[in-house]
């Protein structure tokens, strides 16, 4: 499968962005998908994942009641809608798949065998 990751751009904190991750070749109802980031001069972190079977949703701490992770297997995308942004969560932000998936694995990066190339997101102070 092939991912794509759009809709980073620069916003002032407080606002709101959504990111989106088009897959293609595969349908991502077969992949549980995540969400990682990497600031610069910092080591990639995980976001939020979202399983292929019954949706569940896990979130960093960081992040939890302010982004939403969220699937749309007819459209074949996966969403990362956020809200309230500080400057801290300026980074590259990636998305990324994996077929097998389990809930001890959810924030590890070699855990997932696919990934999209990226998309940048700013927040001003």
């Known amino acids: 499968v092939q991912l794509q990751a759009s809709g980073g751009g620069l916003v002032q904190a407080g606002g709101s962005l959504r990111l989106s991750c088009a897959a293609s070749?595969?349908?991502?109802?077969?992949?549980?998908m995540g969400w990682f980031r990497q600031a610069p001069g910092k080591e990639r972190e995980f976001v939020a994942a979202?399983?292929?079977?019954?949706?569940?949703?896990y979130y960093a701490d960081s992040v939890k009641g302010r982004f939403t992770i969220s699937r749309d297997n007819a459209k074949n995308t996966v969403f990362l809608q956020m809200n309230s942004l500080k400057p801290e969560d300026t980074a590259v932000y990636y998305c990324?798949?994996?077929?097998?998936?389990?809930?001890?694995?959810?924030?590890?990066?070699?855990?997932?065998?696919?990934w999209g190339q990226g998309t940048l997101v700013t927040v001003s102070s």
């Open positions: 990324a798949a994996d077929q097998f998936l389990i809930l001890s694995s959810i924030a590890t990066s070699n855990a997932y065998d696919y």
């Open positions: 070749g595969r349908t991502i109802s077969s992949y549980s």
């Open positions: 979202i399983f292929r079977r019954g949706g569940n949703m």
